[in-house]
């Protein structure tokens, strides 16, 4: 996709000024936003309403999830720095930040993926209570997205290795952060609503 | 399959019953034509004609939400007469008589455009106050002396427990007339909704969510007063399932010394009666397929007049040793099933299956035998296909006919 | 269908030619093209859920018939329901949306091509996939809303309802899509001087009903996902033992379901907004105010969710709330009405069809609308709620409204999409019979509701005394058959031997006007610029802007390459949510495959000829 709005947009001129891509992606987001507010809704709506344990209260690591959340906060830093040696034309660092960002996207995924398997152990699975089912639904669907994510900066990377993504067509890695960044702050609503104030 | 559906006629005072004048086309079209005037709310005279008429009230919950339907309803027709009238006109006086018509180029009237903005939201909040306060008026729940009734859907039935008096019956709901009554609403399996037309607007039958220790769940009431003496049909409003067509029900409102005699005779009807509000233990009671009931047949038939139809009496020791007991309950015998409707004073109730049918000898030994082949995916067996998680009865014709016999007795 | 393009040839010059093949309809990314295709799978549909219809009117002639059974009338009603909405109202409009729209703002095409044709794609597929469900006999059956918990594996085992969560899954795919490409394409791909306040009415209705799809269908898409965990994987979102509360189910769903309504209805006010103007002679009266009600419709339409849930028990204050809410939605909507009858006063009024199916929505709508009145009282509502009134009532509002519009638009746009007209005769007939047969089947309808009818029974008792309602109903359903028969027929006729059109055959006043009639596939030459709201029909405007719009071009405009990734990739997605009815999560997982290939795929694929 990201070739294709390149493409519109080397045709030309738009209403607006900014590239369709752009216009197109956020409008997407605008349409995720609605979708997470659904799943992180529902968490709320079902808190404090479990039949059996565990609660939150009693499984969750507070101390943990700060650590990964802080890794994914500073994947978002990696990205700005890849976007910008991008625009430079450095291919170099360009790559190392894009790595970068998959590494700590795969911390975040290895720490929450071992809380999982805690939590499992406690009893908390997707049948066990209401918030089992919230919690894994919406977590899990936050995962499926930076999993999504890490697979795109591959991508980037690959083409930004065989020099398909020249400064001129830094938006492509522009769109791909800001995907990034949706996905890290939708993560900080999470981290908020679920984890610290319980 | 065959079903035919007959109705009680004119059951006690005659109040179910269709009127016979309508049967014609010709006065059926004459009837849906006077309709629109009826709608304005002349209809609340003539109740018979529709028995589960929405525009009908018979208690103060339905008296409000009709007067609130007449108010809105002539609203509308004053905004239909408007809009219609103005459309007609430009139609007509409008229409282009040549193409080089160039008309006027109006781009719009400030002040117009605020009118019809401000004429119908004044309209709006005439409707709106009083609806919020027909709202509140509505969701209160009514004296402390009111009768309440736990309702409990089930598909494709209803089943009714009455607290205060320990009685428990099955799609005929009995009602003291100018009592107020709370439901409390409740459903084991699908959402279901409970709606009586006369008596009022409907409510959903929810299932329960399941909530932690001490707190407490969630039920949803209808409060209501009948005022009105007479018989009143209602149905399921929330699509159920396969017959969510044929869960109906009857409400019964009698005097309130014919509800007394009513609950009074739920006891006495069959042997020794047990105490008022004394709960069957059901653990022990509950049979399971296959399972020889504990056999009280004894002191049971001793209890019964000696003078009876062998008939029933035969029905009566079938009944109580076949499979029917695990779900089905009679009051004061062994017979203490919960998981069907409640059977005690069975022959006194006008309908069958959950008010689809006659409740007479013939239909009864066909629901007994093809429950299924009447009322798709009901729990029952039949006699000879299993139903729910329950085997076939396995019954014989003769069997079936005694065991009608002894149901019909049940009065 | 190829015939589009050979027709097109006669305007062209031969380099200009478009191919023809059906391989060129199946990579196509030409939005004219994917429009006729959303119109002629949705037509189909259309009298797929029609024939539904039918069969339950046949059923509920007579009180207590059986000649279908619960089962398969359930199914019927459902999928009636389903079909409808999902598969017809909606991919009708973005039909209009993906011809008109473009050419009303002096695009070449929309922003983005190829996921145009995939949202096509995905369409098809999943209505294919949702309508496969009759052949193995397990079509949805808990009806469109689809309440918990009654759609729980205990109470509908099998597949029947995985085919309709999945299906719907598949169909919100596409709408976001499309929601996606169409905001962009209007804010972004407007001629100079097309000022959003310039904008023709259809072309601002579809950017809310845009907005409205991606912010309700993720809602559902939630919605759907619970609804799919709690059948495949035990969650227990909707499990009442587990604490989950079916109520929930409810929430989400109107809270996708009103905005829905919106989706259904705003594209035909966007449809007779143009229409009544044209044939009126007089420009829209009110434009800001119109274009602000209908703003006004999409946004309150989020907060009105509730009205469609006030038997179920939410307490006083909600229902207070949400009786607010939806009378104050009523103003805006009335406002439009009002602002449609002033745009004919003192107009020179033709009764075309369009013309005809416009006023007979303001005629029609109406009365859909002040029922909707009655019942958005809350106690009202109690005793009309899930009866036949309420079956009478939304079909004023979405046959009476949106398919009425979209009827309108199709008369109106037709000699646009096949420089023929359709024929006008046949059209009054389609419009008599359309008016007699809708009214006949759906007015008796209030009172059968009125009169104790609950919905959604596959029969009903004698006793009620509603047979006269239901006879009429049935009668007029017939009647109304026919007249989507003759709509066929007229398209059918007129599509090879109408009567020839110009480019402007109705004097309107809009840019897609300006063009050639059936346009180019490359619509406009060069973009003309816009100095007003009704840019043909102001002097000097109008020459300025088909000189530009009616030459031919000194070098073919370059278009979007066509692409065959479209249809692959809604293919593995289709196959994908197919594969979720296994609930193995494995074969799932590995179904991503092709999607994952397919994506990049087109990635690397360029969208337009090498060197542009």
């Given amino acids: ?198 | 399959m065959r079903l035919t559906m007959k109705r009680p006629q004119g059951n006690r005072d005659g109040s179910a019953g269709v009127g016979p004048g309508v049967r014609t086309l010709g006065a059926r079209l004459v009837a849906f034509l006077v309709a629109p005037l009826l709608m304005g709310g002349l209809m609340a005279g003539c109740a018979d004609e529709y028995p589960q008429s929405s525009i009908s009230p018979h208690t103060d919950f339905a008296e409000i939400i009709h007067s609130l339907y007449v108010s809105i309803f002539w609203w509308s027709m004053l905004i239909l007469a408007v809009v219609w009238l103005l459309l007609a006109w430009v139609i007509v006086k409008y229409r282009r008589k040549s193409e080089d018509e160039k008309p006027r180029q109006i781009r719009g009237h400030l002040g117009l455009e605020i009118g019809w903005t401000i004429g119908p939201a004044l309209i709006v909040i005439a409707i709106a106050i009083p609806t919020v306060q027909a709202v509140f008026a509505t969701q209160q729940p009514v004296s402390e002396d009111a009768l309440e009734v736990e309702v409990v859907g089930h598909q494709f039935w209803w089943e009714f427990h009455y607290p205060e008096q320990g009685v428990t019956t099955a799609n005929e709901l009995w009602l003291p007339v100018d009592r107020p009554v709370n439901l409390r609403l409740e459903s084991n399996d699908v959402i279901h909704s409970f709606w009586v037309p006369k008596l009022g607007g409907k409510r959903d039958v929810n299932p329960v969510p399941a909530v932690r220790e001490g707190q407490d769940p969630k039920y949803n009431w209808l409060y209501f007063t009948p005022q009105e003496t007479g018989v009143f049909m209602g149905q399921c409003a929330e699509f159920c399932g396969q017959s969510h067509a044929l869960m109906a029900m009857r409400v019964v409102v009698e005097s309130e010394e014919g509800f007394q005699d009513w609950v009074d005779r739920w006891f006495a009807s069959e042997g020794a009666a047990l105490p008022a509000g004394a709960e069957p233990d059901a653990e022990t009671e509950l049979q399971m397929p296959g399972e020889e009931p504990d056999v009280q047949e004894d002191e049971e038939l001793q209890a019964v007049d000696q003078d009876e139809d062998p008939m029933v009496t035969l029905g009566r020791e079938t009944f109580l040793n076949s499979t029917c007991v695990a779900c089905h309950g009679v009051e004061g015998t062994s017979a203490q099933g919960v998981i069907g409707p409640n059977l005690t004073l069975f022959g006194a109730r006008s309908t069958l299956g959950a008010g689809i049918m006659e409740n007479n000898r013939e239909n009864l030994v066909r629901w007994i035998i093809d429950p299924q082949g009447i009322k798709a995916a009901v729990a029952m067996p039949g006699t000879e296909y299993p139903g729910g998680n329950w085997p076939a009865t396995g019954l014989s014709d003769g069997e079936v006919e005694a065991v009608a016999a002894y149901l019909l007795s049940l009065k | 269908m190829s015939s589009v393009g050979t027709q097109t040839v006669e305007q062209q010059h031969t380099s200009h030619e478009e191919d023809t093949g059906l391989w060129s309809w199946i990579t196509t990314v030409d939005h004219k093209r994917i429009a006729i295709m959303y119109f002629v799978t949705a037509t189909f549909f259309f009298f797929v859920a029609g024939a539904k219809a039918l069969a339950i009117r046949v059923q509920l002639m007579f009180p207590e018939q059986e000649l279908i059974t619960p089962e398969v009338y359930n199914q019927f009603f459902t999928m009636h329901g389903t079909t409808m909405i999902f598969l017809v109202a909606m991919p009708m409009a973005v039909a209009f949306f993906n011809y008109v729209v473009p050419l009303q703002i002096g695009a070449r095409d929309v922003a983005f091509p190829r996921l145009n044709a995939l949202s096509y794609w995905v369409f098809l597929f999943g209505g294919l996939y949702l309508n496969s469900s009759f052949i193995v006999g397990a079509a949805p059956h808990a009806s469109w809303v689809g309440y918990a918990t009654l759609t729980m594996p205990e109470f509908s085992p099998g597949q029947n309802t995985n085919f309709w969560l999945i299906g719907l899954s598949i169909l919100g795919i596409a709408s976001i899509a499309g929601g996606v490409n169409f905001i962009t394409t209007i804010i972004n791909m407007r001629a100079p001087g097309m000022k959003l306040m310039r904008m023709p009415l259809f072309t601002w209705m579809t950017f809310v009903t845009s907005f409205l799809l991606i912010t309700a269908i993720p809602v559902i898409g939630v919605a759907l996902i619970y609804l799919g965990f709690d059948r495949l994987f035990g969650t227990v979102f909707f499990q009442p033992a587990g604490g989950g509360d079916p109520v929930l189910w409810q929430h989400l769903f109107w809270i996708f379901g009103h905005p829905e309504v919106y989706i259904l209805i705003l594209p035909a006010f966007g449809v007779i907004s143009d229409v009544i103007p044209t044939f009126s002679k007089k420009p829209l009266f009110g434009y800001p105010i119109v274009v602000y009600a209908g703003l006004l419709i999409g946004f309150i339409g989020w907060g009105v969710w509730s009205h469609h849930m006030f038997t179920v028990g939410l307490g006083p204050i909600a229902d207070s709330f949400f009786v607010a809410a939806t009378m104050i939605i009523a103003i805006p909507t009335g406002v439009k009405i009002f602002n449609w009858i002033a745009t004919m006063w003192g107009g020179s009024l033709k009764f075309t069809t369009a013309m005809l199916f416009s006023v007979g929505l303001v005629a029609v709508f109406t009365v859909g609308g002040l029922s909707g009145i009655m019942h958005a009282s809350a106690p009202v509502n109690l005793q009309q709620h899930d009866t036949y009134f309420v079956v009478a009532h939304f079909h004023y509002v979405i046959v009476g409204g949106a398919m009425m519009g979209l009827w309108a638009g199709l008369y109106y746009w037709f000699p646009k999409v096949r420089g023929r007209y359709l024929s006008e005769t046949l059209g009054k007939w389609h419009f008599w019979t359309t008016m007699i047969g809708f009214n006949l089947t759906f007015f008796p309808m209030h009172f059968a509701g009125i009169f104790g009818m609950p919905r959604r029974i596959y029969t009903y008792s004698a006793e009620l005394n509603v047979d006269i309602y239901n006879q009429l109903a049935t009668i007029g359903a017939f009647i109304f058959a026919l007249s989507a028969v003759i709509m066929a027929w007229n398209l059918v006729k007129s599509w090879r031997g109408g009567e020839k059109a110009p480019a402007n055959p109705w004097g309107a006043p809009h840019l897609e006007w300006s063009i050639p009639s059936p346009p180019h596939h490359y619509n406009f030459p060069a973009i003309p610029t816009v100095q007003s709201r009704e840019p043909l029909w102001n002097d000097g405007e109008r020459e300025a802007i088909l000189a530009v719009t009616m030459e031919e071009p000194e070098t073919e405009p370059v278009m979007p390459n066509p692409s065959y990734w479209p249809i692959l990739l809604a293919a593995s997605i289709t196959l994908i949510w197919a594969l979720v009815m296994t609930g193995i999560w494995w074969v799932i997982a590995l179904a991503i495959l092709p999607v994952i290939y397919c994506v990049f795929k087109w990635g690397m694929e360029p969208a337009f000829p090498e060197g542009h």
């Avoid at chain 1, 409008?27 to 799943?39: D, K, M, P, R, V």
Wanted: net charge neutral; hydrophobic share 55%.
């Fill in chain 1, 1 to 198: 996709m990201a070739q294709a709005a390149a493409a519109v947009d080397d045709h030309g001129h738009t209403t607006t000024g900014i590239s369709n891509f752009k216009v197109g992606f956020w409008t997407f987001i605008a349409s995720e936003c609605l979708f997470f507010g659904t799943l992180i809704s529902t968490y709320m709506v079902y808190k404090g309403r479990a039949v059996v344990g565990p609660y939150p209260a009693e499984i969750f690591d507070v101390l943990i999830t700060t650590i990964s959340t802080t890794v994914l906060l500073f994947s978002s830093l990696a990205m700005v720095l890849a976007l910008h040696a991008v625009q430079l034309g450095k291919k170099k660092h360009a790559i190392m930040w894009l790595l970068a960002v998959i590494a700590m996207g795969g911390i975040f995924l290895g720490m929450e993926f071992n809380s999982y398997l805690k939590y499992i152990d406690y009893g908390l699975t997707l049948g066990s209570s209401t918030f089992g089912s919230s919690y894994y639904v919406l977590t899990g669907t936050h995962k499926v997205h930076v999993v999504l994510g890490m697979v795109w900066m591959a991508v980037l990377i690959w083409l930004i290795a065989r020099n398909r993504i020249p400064p001129a067509k830094a938006e492509q890695v522009e769109i791909a952060g800001l995907y990034w960044h949706f996905v890290d702050i939708i993560w900080i609503v999470i981290f908020t609503l679920v984890y610290l104030i319980q």
